[in-house]
């Protein structure tokens, strides 16, 4: 006889890890970084708080491969009758709205605490206080894997003297601290390109990195919203409907999806042959898969509006590239609004060159999905099959070169190639708009690679001219009997209206057009 048991959604998650990226020591450890510095930032730009984040990784038992990872930071904070839920129920989120956000679910922090607890089990001590809060909650928490409930083994509450606001997290698990290490550099400092108003601060057993602050100047926060007629399917219908008794399908329309006006509800209402006066709740189970049909194949409906996303912004891209890459020039561009099977989504792209970055034979490509740094599967990203088929040989780049590309996907719905959520699909719509702003950008390196070439070129003329000027003022001044200074001075500017500038602003723009190395060859060339 077979025997048949319900398993929790907790004990799934638990034995199931590696579908939320757990899936060893060393990728666990990186994960729970990044969780833990993602559900920060959410906690800090989105209310107009510049973030502030610590970070501690310590060894806690070598044999055991035992870490403890500690974070901090300075946001809005959790109400302390919520924390327990918060960190110890799995699918308990904030983040059950239509709008940006970096991660889904609240899964991520519940997937620290469940393989902390089933690879040391050891609870996670959590300290948080509100806005203004004159209190600070601390607890220790596990989680009842099959209730998927809080197990509260210390409850404690604090006067809050100094008026902290913020959450801070420490939690022991099994981890590979060597493995790990270079993931998690290259994930902070990643984090600190497309958010240059953090300040984050790493300490590690052998690794301490101060990220500091580049800009005062947040991105704007996302707002909540409706979903898109076009995004939803039958099952979320289902659960609509439960909210929406009494009302009409005219109704129902108008006031549960975005950009949806009574005209446009009763225009779609004929097409679809439904009567927008019968009662929502009275479908059918066949004409509810019909009215969901019919809704994805309307194209009477407005584009899904973009207010529920947060792109970074040429600005912020630009002043993150040239800090963290240490480009010599970076161009970014932004793109306007698009959707994907009623999902708004933008795509913006940044070129950086020069400077440190190392030449390569293919640029270094830094991708990112909702601000988020995704380095794992690169090639399964539509991002790498867009930079691999760019013609760079139309804007001036020839490999080796010191190239690195940045691509941002902002969206409602990112769409992943894997559970993993380290790559991105090939939905058409976002790699025509991935390749757009990819050429927009390449177009502004163009501009200022021909520049450089015509600066160069300029200077290259002036240093042939400029090594005939002594030879000549001298054999001047034998024949003419002036001064060979005086002579020598009328060649110089003979050859600054040949070229059309001075020499000094000739000097100045190819210092400033040139990488360090470069600057050394022209100054040894000025003296010579």
């Not at 833990?36 to 070598?62: C, K, M, Q, W």
């Not at 994930?187 to 958010?195: E, P, V």
């Not at 006066?277 to 973009?306: D, F, I, S």
């Not at 300029?458 to 001044?477: C, G, P, Q």
């Amino acid at each position: 006889m077979y025997s048949y048991e319900a398993l929790p959604v907790a004990e799934w998650f638990r034995r199931n890890r590696e579908l939320a990226g757990f899936h060893n020591s060393t990728r666990a450890l990186y994960q729970t970084i990044r969780e833990l510095v993602e559900n920060s930032l959410d906690a800090t730009e989105t209310y107009g708080i510049l973030p502030t984040i610590f970070l501690r990784v310590a060894v806690e038992d070598e044999q055991k491969s035992w870490v403890s990872v500690y974070a901090e930071d300075n946001g809005i904070g959790i109400p302390g009758n919520e924390i327990p839920n918060v960190f110890g129920r799995v699918f308990y989120s904030s983040k059950y709205r239509i709008k940006q956000h970096r991660g889904v679910f609240g899964l991520g922090l519940k997937m620290v605490v469940l393989y902390a607890q089933s690879t040391t089990n050891k609870p996670v001590l959590v300290r948080s206080a509100t806005l203004k809060s004159d209190k600070i909650y601390e607890y220790q928490i596990m989680i009842d894997t099959n209730a998927n409930s809080p197990i509260i083994l210390d409850r404690r509450e604090y006067p809050n003297k100094y008026r902290w606001h913020g959450t801070a997290v420490k939690v022991v698990l099994e981890g590979n601290w060597l493995g790990a290490k270079k993931r998690i550099e290259d994930y902070l400092r990643r984090t600190a390109i497309i958010a240059p108003y953090a300040e984050i601060v790493f300490k590690g057993p052998d690794m301490d990195l101060w990220l500091k602050r580049r800009t005062t100047k947040l991105p704007p926060a996302p707002k909540e919203g409706l979903p898109h007629p076009k995004s939803v399917d039958v099952d979320t219908i289902k659960q609509m409907l439960l909210d929406s008794r009494g009302m009409t399908l005219l109704e129902f329309l108008t006031e549960n999806f975005d950009a949806v006006g009574e005209g446009t509800a009763k225009a779609f209402l004929e097409w679809a042959g439904f009567n927008p006066n019968a009662k929502a709740t009275a479908l059918t189970p066949e004409e509810l898969v019909r009215l969901v049909e019919k809704m994805k194949q309307y194209e009477g409906w407005r584009r899904p509006r973009a207010d529920w996303l947060s792109p970074v912004g040429g600005e912020l891209l630009e002043i993150g590239a040239k800090a963290i890459l240490g480009a010599e020039a970076v161009f970014a561009v932004t793109r306007k609004p698009e959707s994907y099977g009623g999902h708004p989504f933008i795509v913006e792209a940044a070129v950086a060159w020069g400077g440190q970055i190392p030449p390569s034979d293919k640029p270094l490509l830094l991708r990112y999905a909702n601000k988020i740094p995704l380095l794992y599967d690169e090639g399964a990203d539509v991002a790498r099959k867009v930079v691999d088929e760019f013609h760079w040989d139309n804007y001036k780049v020839k490999f080796p070169a010191p190239l690195a590309v940045i691509i941002h996907v902002c969206s409602t719905k990112i769409p992943y190639a894997s559970a993993g959520k380290e790559a991105i699909a090939e939905v058409a719509e976002i790699e025509k708009e991935m390749r757009l702003a990819l050429r927009d950008a390449a177009k502004k390196l163009r501009l200022y690679l021909s520049r450089k070439e015509k600066e160069m070129e300029l200077f290259n003329k002036y240093i042939t001219f400029a090594k005939y000027v002594d030879e000549i003022a001298h054999n001047l001044s034998v024949i003419t009997r002036l001064e060979k200074s005086i002579i020598a001075q009328n060649l110089h500017k003979l050859i600054e209206k040949k070229l059309g500038t001075t020499v000094d602003e000739l000097v100045k723009h190819t210092l400033s057009l040139t990488s360090a190395s470069q600057q050394e060859e022209v100054t040894e060339a000025m003296a010579q």
